[in-house]
């Protein structure tokens, strides 16, 4: 959500350019405009050749790699962009964004106080440095710059939904709340705002809201993201209203209009899964180093499965810090995958215990920010749940936790979910049933062949026995008992999950939404075996 002013070979920027290069740059801003980012960039290119040096032809390549998902080599033509402008602020937004996007967080925050220093007037750049502190998960932090920004410009509306999103992740559920209203005072047509407030989950919406939200839908001019929003919203208003039927059907309306533009192939899926088990069962490899990651703690399993709440009653703990969701287990299979010129899992029957050992220790290196405070940490990306063949090659003493919770409420509740990427699974109650079945056939097999490495830790049993069960997680990490970790509402962090309201309340054995719907699900639950 970084904020850019736009910046053109028409506002000054180009003096002392050529007209050889200024006819590429504009060549190459039409290109943008058509929507042809790897044609823009060659036009770029041909300028920056053209001349050497200019900050101007190394500014809009950088921003057309940046688009292209190449902002390593962004940052490099931004910081030779800024050693001839050292204090131009649009360079200085730039380089954090395109820092931020390769991971290099600390130095993003950097490049963004840099921005706000050089021109304190600037909303953007304080509303950029709130958002870089947040994706380093300094969320607390970001508080001060996102207000100063909304100060400068109460119109910024991004600004405001990332206040709006830091109060929610630090459990200021009220004050979110209250930026969400007032974003929607401001802007009543925004269904992302109507979104942002419906999925704080506490937070009930009432009749009023329900019919503002059911004349919202029917306008033709929404764009698409704020249609798909606002009718996500209207679904959980009905929830919220206990008018169940036209809830169920709102729901249904919402996913198939989210399914629009794609299909999840669900055989597909599983013979790749397949693919993953059988390549690792069959070239089983020598365990690395004995203790490599026993301080990293895995939570997988589907989404809205209790993953959060596991993870908060851990990062209750004094030994524990509460990571959320990391892509860095991905990332290093990408870079073996790069580095080798074959996709995951094709590589694996060559990977040797050698090899296994080195992204091993790459993962610990690109997570080495969360032991700075405390010695343990969890990684609570659920889809990890598809590697973890390879996080015990890998990491040999790490621990995983495999989140379960009643598969009807699971799809249920996934189905009344946004994600915005990586689940578009989750959008059909049929699909949604086959990514079940993929997940539940993979994690037995895997616990059945490392059990003392992998826990089932199932949420059902947790509300029976909270003492019990949170005893037992602990032990299985290796962690001594602290009465901290029977009070996981009260633990003092971040959150940055859907459920980030929901962990902030005291244990609830009245969360189950199903058996609401009634006969409604009686499909749902057929296709699960229920």
Excluded at 91 to 105: E, F, K, P, V
Excluded at 166 to 181: F, K, N, T, V
Excluded at 437 to 449: H, I, L
Aim: proline share 5%; charged share 30%; aromatic share 8%.
């Amino acid at each position: 959500m970084t904020q850019l002013p736009h910046g053109s070979t028409a506002d000054g920027r180009s003096r002392d350019l050529g007209e050889a290069a200024l006819s590429l740059l504009r060549q190459g801003e039409q290109w943008l405009g058509r929507g042809d980012v790897a044609a823009a960039e060659r036009c770029f290119a041909e300028a920056q050749r053209s001349a050497p040096g200019h900050p101007e032809p190394l500014r809009l390549r950088a921003q057309a790699l940046h688009r292209l998902r190449r902002p390593l080599e962004a940052v490099e033509l931004l910081q030779a962009a800024l050693f001839h402008r050292p204090d131009d602020v649009l360079l200085l937004n730039l380089l954090g964004g395109a820092l931020g996007d390769a991971d290099r967080h600390t130095e993003a925050i950097d490049a963004f106080r840099r921005a706000c220093a050089t021109d304190p007037a600037s909303a953007a750049a304080w509303a950029n440095l709130g958002n870089a502190l947040t994706l380093a998960q300094r969320t607390e932090e970001s508080e001060a710059p996102l207000r100063r920004a909304l100060e400068l410009d109460p119109q910024l509306e991004s600004a405001r939904f990332l206040l709006a999103e830091a109060m929610m992740m630090l459990g200021r559920i009220d004050e979110s709340a209250a930026q969400y209203r007032e974003l929607l005072r401001r802007h009543p047509q925004s269904g992302q705002a109507w979104w942002g407030l419906a999925n704080l989950k506490s937070v009930k919406l009432d009749a009023d809201d329900a019919q503002r939200l059911s004349t919202l839908v029917q306008r033709r001019d929404l764009a698409p993201n704020e249609q798909l929003t606002a009718r996500f919203a209207l679904a959980k208003a009905l929830d919220d209203c206990a008018r169940v039927e036209e809830a169920f059907d709102a729901y249904v309306a919402a996913n198939a209009y989210a399914r629009q533009g794609f299909r999840w192939d669900a055989r597909g899926f599983d013979a790749w899964m397949r693919q993953v088990r059988s390549t690792f069962a069959s070239s089983a490899g020598e365990p690395g180093e004995a203790d490599l990651g026993k301080e990293v703690v895995f939570i997988v399993g589907l989404p809205r499965s209790a993953s959060t709440l596991t993870e908060q009653i851990l990062a209750a703990h004094p030994e524990v810090e509460g990571a959320s969701e990391l892509g860095d287990l991905g990332g290093v299979l990408r870079e073996e995958s790069q580095r080798r010129g074959r996709a995951f899992p094709d590589w694996v029957p060559q990977a040797q215990p050698d090899d296994w050992q080195r992204l091993g220790r790459r993962y610990l290196e690109r997570t080495a920010r969360w032991r700075e405070r405390r010695p343990r940490f969890t990684d609570k990306a659920p889809s990890n749940w598809m590697m973890v063949g390879a996080i015990r090659r890998m990491l040999p003493a790490a621990r995983i936790v495999h989140c379960r919770r009643d598969p009807v409420e699971t799809c249920w509740s996934c189905f009344r979910q946004i994600f915005w990427a990586g689940h578009e699974y989750s959008y059909d109650l049929d699909d949604l049933v086959a990514y079940w079945r993929t997940c539940d056939e993979a994690m037995r097999e895997w616990a059945a062949a490392s059990p003392q490495r992998i826990r089932t830790q199932v949420y059902e049993e947790l509300l029976d026995d909270p003492e019990g069960q949170t005893r037992a997680l602990l032990d299985f990490c290796g962690l001594p008992f602290d009465a901290a970790c029977l009070r996981p509402h009260e633990a003092r962090r971040s959150v940055r999950t859907v459920s980030a309201a929901q962990v902030r309340q005291p244990l609830d054995r009245g969360t189950a939404r199903a058996p609401r719907y009634g006969t409604l699900l009686d499909p749902l639950r057929r296709a699960l075996g229920r």
